[in-house]
């Protein structure tokens, strides 16, 4: 593997995940427990540093989807869940986890997949974005940073699973993709 100069280093990481943490804090005070949904693979070192500082009571479940274009004979486009929650989500205050947004298809799924269990509330929150490749507009209420259109791995995020435990973000430069 090559060495990777950082986007974002481990402190900016490290300060922005606290603010996020704080602001969940704040606005499930008054709440008996928060399911924090994680979209795997991607999310799981986000997720585990965003709730390890959440001082709201919460349960960690976790979702997983295929990535898109998998199969030439599959529509591209479709997204396809692979692993569902373990438990029920109807009357629980739901806070979906994401590594990073980029056309916007996935998070979109996830959102009518997870209405549709008819939680009493149900907010997003994701670690980047790239503006730029959007194709279908969510709301993401809790957001790390966002980014260019680049390919970004390290804090969770791969490339052909490599790079994914990296302690920093970084751009993969084209010529190694
Ligand atoms: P979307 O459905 O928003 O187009 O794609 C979301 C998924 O695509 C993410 O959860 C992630 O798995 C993958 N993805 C998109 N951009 C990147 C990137 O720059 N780096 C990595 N590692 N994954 C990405």
């Not at 979702?63 to 929650?85: C, K, N, W």
């Not at 959102?111 to 194709?135: N, V, W």
């Amino acid at each position: 593997m090559i060495a990777l100069p950082p986007l974002m280093s481990e402190d900016v990481i490290r300060t922005r995940v606290e603010q996020l943490a704080g602001r969940i804090n704040t606005d499930y005070a008054n709440v008996s427990e928060l399911v924090l949904v994680g979209v795997l693979t991607g999310s799981f070192i986000f997720l585990s540093d965003l709730a390890r500082l959440l001082t709201v009571p919460h349960r960690v479940e976790f979702i997983a989807v295929s990535s898109y274009g998998s199969r030439e004979s599959e529509d591209p486009e479709s997204v396809r869940l692979l692993m569902d929650v373990r438990r029920s989500l109807e009357g629980e205050h739901v806070v979906l986890v994401e590594d990073i947004v980029d056309t916007g298809k996935t998070l979109a799924y996830l959102m009518r997949l997870l209405e549709a269990r008819r939680p009493d509330s149900i907010k997003t929150c994701s670690l980047l974005h790239k503006p730029g490749r959007t194709e279908q507009e969510v709301d993401i209420d809790y957001l790390g940073f966002t980014i260019s259109d680049s390919w970004v791995v390290g804090y969770g995020l791969d490339y052909a699973e490599k790079y994914r435990t990296l302690p920093y973000i970084a751009e993969l430069p084209v010529e190694y993709r």
